[in-house]
């Protein structure tokens, strides 16, 4: 099944609105024609509204780093999924490697998460992965396995159509080290498999699944040409408009 590539960039806690705006109008520019890919960025919750209006009338998607699993109420500091729907948000980051190290996220909370973010028609990037530790000691799958059954936990298989799932080896997030394109595509193909016993062989092979970890555009082109590999959530590289208007263009390369 041919699955239509997704390029998204994560630009993390960084971007002020101002420049937030010129970085989205830079890359408005240099991928006006890009066709056969699907583009999204994920701007800090500051920055979302001005991002969108920007955006608009451009082919490219518009992504939140987090939500809250709740609508409403006396959670300070939070945000929750109709926010994120009314400021022009069609995906949202949940469980990303960032948020289970430092803030405490649980197989448990990504699970609600999730469910709350479909509940809005917010379309999750799902993101699983291991650490070097859990690596070294031969543990990926099993750590693999248990994100994806807890974090789908309750997910139909209606549902799953509008979920993204994006392996990030935890030990090559920010480190310059980036799992070798045979590495990745073993991993996305066990999740694959996974997704293929958890529903069906039609839902297993619909999913895209992005690789994410110190993607360049000096490795997208290998990584992509990966049978299980279905795009990228870009970190780093996602900051300035060049580097990631290369990633987006792989094709060309």
Request: glycine share 10%.
């Amino acid at each position: 099944m041919k699955r239509l590539p997704f390029i998204a960039g994560n630009w993390k806690m960084n971007k002020t609105v101002e420049e937030a705006i010129d970085l989205v109008r830079q890359l408005k520019d240099s991928l006006s024609n890009i066709a056969g890919v699907e583009v999204a960025v994920a701007p800090p919750f500051t920055a979302l509204y001005a991002v969108f209006q920007e955006l608009k009338g451009s082919s490219i998607g518009l992504a939140g780093q987090n939500l809250f699993y709740e609508e409403k109420g006396a959670f300070t500091g939070e945000i929750c999924p109709p926010m994120l729907k009314e400021v022009g948000c069609q995906y949202v980051i949940i469980g990303h490697s960032e948020r289970r190290q430092f803030f405490g996220e649980t197989d448990e909370t990504v699970n609600r998460k999730i469910k709350a973010a479909l509940a809005q028609g917010l379309k999750p990037i799902f993101c699983i992965g291991e650490t070097l530790k859990e690596r070294e000691e031969g543990k990926t799958f099993s750590v693999i396995e248990r994100q994806i059954e807890g974090g789908l936990r309750g997910i139909t298989e209606e549902e799953m159509r509008s979920i993204v799932i994006a392996y990030e080896p935890v030990w090559a997030i920010g480190t310059g080290k980036t799992a070798t394109p045979q590495q990745a595509e073993e991993v996305h193909r066990f999740i694959r498999e996974k997704l293929e016993r958890l529903y069906s062989r039609e839902i297993a092979e619909e999913v895209r699944i992005q690789y994410g970890g110190s993607v360049t555009p000096e490795n997208i082109k290998g990584l992509m040409g990966q049978e299980n590999i279905d795009g990228a959530l870009v970190g780093g590289a996602s900051l300035k408009s060049e580097i990631f208007s290369k990633i987006v263009r792989f094709n060309e390369m």
